[in-house]
């Protein structure tokens, strides 16, 4: 019966997204402005050509390049299966801190996206889900009130279709252009995501280099499962900062995925070339316990 009345559900919302939208391939103009230098690890200089065959994955030493969010989305979705939710959906300058409309602006202009988080959804091996992707190249994938709004807007709308949910998190924390108003924003879309685990849904959180702040200390950290890139920063401060503070050395390796994973905090560590595969079979076994159940 549940099943029955979450297919209604859906087909209402593929109506209602028709109307709104088709669904598309990820705008090629977007994916071609990502440009790497030599890997940052191991200084290998690898052509532009098989950096993307390897999906930005330095060949040498195995270094995860960052990649933006359209990129990402890309490398995971089906062919014309992606739409975007709340495309042009931005938030003022409040607070008139000085220079925050320039750097906006720069952003905006270099990354050609409209905020720091590009939400769809889209299908992972013919698995239809919603997805979040935090671009770093914009201000730092920082959280502010529109991050906030898009990643709550996608939760909501992932309760509302009865569709998993995957967020790839990749943040230097709270936009302090922002003040409270960015800090509100752990706050709001914890509890967006406390409904949607109330009601049943599943969430995957992706942690990717890096990974900090007031995103880390919120909805990065709520997962039902939790998965992370090889050799991801992962924690709320920096090590500098903790070291400064704790008058301590601080442990090899500290807060990289692989040590989060030893300690229990990451689910699994998945490189990049496994991701698609990874995520479609964890939504396929959710949907199986669910009917199952039923």
């Not at 801190?97 to 992972?124: C, H, M, S, W």
């Not at 479609?280 to 076994?285: A, D, H, K, N, Q």
């Amino acid at each position: 019966m549940i099943d029955s009345f979450r297919q209604r559900r859906e087909r209402m919302i593929q109506l209602k997204t028709r109307r709104e939208g088709k669904e598309t391939d990820i705008p090629r103009k977007h994916i071609a402005k990502a440009v790497f230098g030599k890997c940052p690890d191991c200084g290998a200089v690898v052509p532009k050509t098989e950096l993307a065959r390897t999906l930005y994955v330095c060949p040498k030493c195995g270094y995860h390049h960052p990649v933006g969010a359209y990129l990402r989305l890309s490398m995971l979705l089906d062919s014309k299966s992606f739409r975007e939710l709340d495309e042009k959906l931005t938030a003022p300058n409040a607070l008139k801190f000085p220079g925050y409309d320039d750097k906006l602006q720069a952003a905006r202009k270099n990354t050609g996206l409209a905020e720091g988080v590009v939400t769809a959804r889209g299908k992972i091996n013919g698995c239809l889900a919603v997805f979040a992707v935090l671009d770093s190249r914009f201000l730092m994938g920082s959280m502010g009130a529109a991050v906030g709004e898009k990643v709550t807007r996608a939760v909501e709308y992932a309760d509302r279709a009865g569709l998993p949910l995957v967020i790839f998190s990749a943040s230097g924390g709270a936009r302090m252009q922002e003040g409270i108003l960015s800090l509100m924003q752990m706050a709001k879309t914890s509890a967006a995501l406390a409904r949607f685990s109330e009601h049943g849904g599943f969430y995957i959180s992706v942690l990717t280099h890096p990974t900090t702040g007031g995103v880390t200390a919120s909805f990065a950290s709520l997962g039902d499962v939790t998965l992370a890139e090889p050799g991801a920063l992962i924690g709320f401060a920096g090590p500098r900062v903790i070291e400064q503070t704790i008058g301590q050395t601080l442990p090899e390796g500290f807060q990289r995925s692989e040590y989060l994973e030893e300690h229990g905090f990451v689910d699994r560590i998945v490189p990049r070339g496994q991701m698609k595969e990874t995520l479609s079979l964890l939504m396929r076994l959710h949907k199986k316990r669910g009917e199952d159940r039923g």
